[in-house]
């Protein structure tokens, strides 16, 4: 014991501790998504390959084996918007300390505007970046720089607005841009019942770290996105602590 205590060294020390983080890093990120489902899956090919090997199918060996050989090429097509949403996060601010985003007063704005949207049946997509930047979304878009007011979001989205198709994006505690258009969702697990709006809410949060707010024209409900994961029915409360908790330093 005394011997192996003696050979180990410092650097041993900070490379575990490095590799547990990484671990760590990467549960964190795919907790709740749809790459724990396949995960699983791949898990389960991985023990029929060892059970083939066991009680000598060989067919099945042969095929699996093959398929396996490829698994590096396999994991990159499988998890390819999880892996992209992980390097985007590499070297952003949340691993140097966070930065002040939106002011409290804000958050009250966008909560009352979509409130005052939902209660009209007007549909709306308000974006809100984090530290993944949107700025080949924005540039699409109509430029605006404006404060924050319910006024001007409800504006905005009115029908008779030349605005009001596509997203709205607020950034730094700024109406940057409105009339933007977002990247829809691919994933073939997503309700059909959704439309283009919450389509395009999620497309977007499966590649990038944004909260995205939906309103339902057809419903006149308020719905939460974030990392590709949509929670439908959302009351005025629940909106203004969330976004708070995940907007605001």
């Given at each position: 014991?005394?011997?192996?205590l003696?050979?180990f060294?410092?650097?041993d020390?900070?490379?575990?501790?490095?590799?547990?983080f990484?671990?760590y890093?990467?549960?964190?990120?795919?907790r709740g998504?749809?790459a724990?489902q396949?995960?699983?899956?791949?898990?389960?090919?991985?023990?029929t390959?060892?059970?083939?090997?066991?009680?000598?199918?060989?067919?099945?060996n042969?095929?699996?084996?093959?398929f396996l050989?490829s698994?590096?090429l396999?994991i990159?097509?499988?998890?390819?918007?999880?892996i992209?949403?992980a390097?985007?996060?590499?070297?952003?601010?949340?691993?140097?300390?966070?930065e002040p985003?939106l002011q409290?007063?804000?958050v009250?704005e966008?909560?009352?505007a979509a409130v005052?949207?939902?209660?009209?049946?007007?549909?709306?997509l308000i974006?809100?970046?984090?530290d993944?930047?949107?700025?080949?979304y924005i540039e699409?878009g109509?430029?605006?720089d404006a404060?924050?007011?319910k006024e001007l979001i409800t504006s905005i989205?009115?029908?008779?607005?030349?605005?009001?198709?596509?997203?709205?994006?607020?950034q730094?505690?700024?109406?940057?841009?409105?009339?933007c258009?977002?990247?829809?969702?691919?994933?073939p697990h997503?309700?059909?019942?959704?439309?283009t709006?919450?389509r395009?809410?999620?497309?977007?949060?499966e590649?990038?770290?944004?909260i995205?707010?939906v309103i339902?024209?057809?419903?006149?409900?308020?719905?939460?996105v974030?990392?590709?994961?949509?929670?439908r029915?959302?009351?005025a409360?629940?909106?203004r602590?969330t976004?708070?908790?995940?907007l605001q330093?």
């Amino acid at each position: 014991m005394l011997e192996l205590l003696s050979n180990f060294r410092v650097q041993d020390a900070i490379d575990i501790a490095i590799i547990a983080f990484v671990i760590y890093r990467i549960i964190d990120l795919i907790r709740g998504t749809r790459a724990v489902q396949m995960l699983i899956g791949l898990a389960v090919v991985f023990l029929t390959y060892l059970s083939s090997q066991y009680f000598s199918l060989y067919t099945l060996n042969w095929i699996l084996d093959n398929f396996l050989s490829s698994i590096l090429l396999v994991i990159v097509v499988i998890f390819q918007d999880d892996i992209r949403r992980a390097l985007t996060q590499v070297g952003t601010r949340p691993f140097f300390g966070a930065e002040p985003r939106l002011q409290g007063q804000d958050v009250e704005e966008i909560v009352r505007a979509a409130v005052s949207l939902a209660s009209k049946r007007i549909g709306a997509l308000i974006v809100l970046p984090r530290d993944v930047g949107l700025n080949q979304y924005i540039e699409v878009g109509t430029p605006l720089d404006a404060k924050v007011s319910k006024e001007l979001i409800t504006s905005i989205f009115l029908p008779t607005s030349p605005i009001h198709d596509g997203a709205l994006i607020i950034q730094h505690g700024r109406i940057i841009a409105a009339g933007c258009f977002l990247p829809l969702t691919t994933n073939p697990h997503v309700s059909k019942t959704l439309g283009t709006r919450h389509r395009a809410a999620i497309g977007l949060t499966e590649e990038t770290d944004a909260i995205v707010v939906v309103i339902s024209e057809e419903e006149g409900a308020i719905s939460l996105v974030r990392e590709g994961r949509i929670t439908r029915d959302v009351d005025a409360g629940t909106l203004r602590t969330t976004l708070q908790k995940l907007l605001q330093s």
